[in-house]
Nanobody
Framework: QVQLVESGGGLVQPGGSLRLSCAASGSRASMYVLGWYRQAPGKERELVASIYNRFASQVVDSVKGRFTISRDEAKNVAYLQMNNLKPEDTAVYYC????????????WGQGTQVTVSS
């Protein structure tokens, strides 16, 4: 199991940008898929993006073209670059990790608030 430390987030105006980071540490951290879920008030937690390496990554359709996920494989740090943010992107964003080839999330980050408002 890995430990996750998130950073980034905050308050931004519509159309603005933010970058989230998620640092994974622990045994075999490189073998884990990293990514983010988000949860808005009154809504279920939803997957936003995930990455294993530069050849295996995805973002959901609702943020495609605006959000980009990347990973520093040497440091096991994932990044979520969020551009052209909209009010509907407001949520708590949770970094997660799951071992490659498995379906269950094994670790969660502490969560970071992203608020998009004028």
């Amino acid at each position: 199991q890995v430990q996750l430390v998130e950073s980034g987030g905050g308050l931004v105006q519509p159309g603005g940008s933010l970058r989230l980071s998620c640092a994974a540490s622990g045994s075999r951290a490189s073998m884990y898929v990293l990514g983010w879920y988000r949860q808005a008030p009154g809504k279920e937690r939803e997957l936003v993006a995930s990455i294993y390496n530069r050849f295996a990554s995805q973002v959901v359709d609702s943020v495609k073209g605006r959000f980009t996920i990347s990973r520093d494989e040497a440091k096991n740090v994932a990044y979520l670059q969020m551009n052209n943010l909209k009010p509907e992107d407001t949520a708590v964003y949770y970094c997660y990790a799951k071992f490659r080839g498995t379906t269950d999330v094994s670790s969660w980050g502490q969560g970071t608030q992203v608020t998009v408002s004028s």
